[in-house]
């Protein structure tokens, strides 16, 4: 049986338990051989990054601004129970 000792290889433990620091190595190393006991079970590649630019992250005082923009001062109030109720009957 072959192993692989090469600094590329992470474990699926690793990948589980550790996916902040498998992730940081994955963007500098491009790609990383998956093992499970020490043999190779998987390859994993990081994809180019998309030609647009980077999505931006959610932020909820930007969308808290964004829903002013829309709503106003009084956005619209949502009473859960109530879908819920219409839901259910017009379901049984």
């Not at 620091?21 to 998956?34: Q, Y």
């Not at 499970?36 to 999505?55: C, F, I, Q």
């Not at 909820?60 to 839901?87: C, F, T, V, Y």
């Amino acid at each position: 049986m072959s192993h692989i000792v090469a600094m590329n290889t992470v474990t699926i433990r690793q990948m589980r338990q550790q996916w902040p620091e498998v992730e940081k190595r994955l963007a500098v190393e491009r790609e990383l051989i998956i093992t499970r006991d020490a043999a190779p079970v998987a390859s994993l590649r990081a994809l180019p990054p998309p030609k647009n630019g980077r999505r931006k992250r959610f932020s909820a005082e930007m969308h808290a601004r964004w829903m002013k923009e829309i709503w106003g001062a009084n956005p619209p109030r949502i009473d859960s129970s109530q879908i819920l109720g219409q839901l259910r009957r017009e379901r049984f």
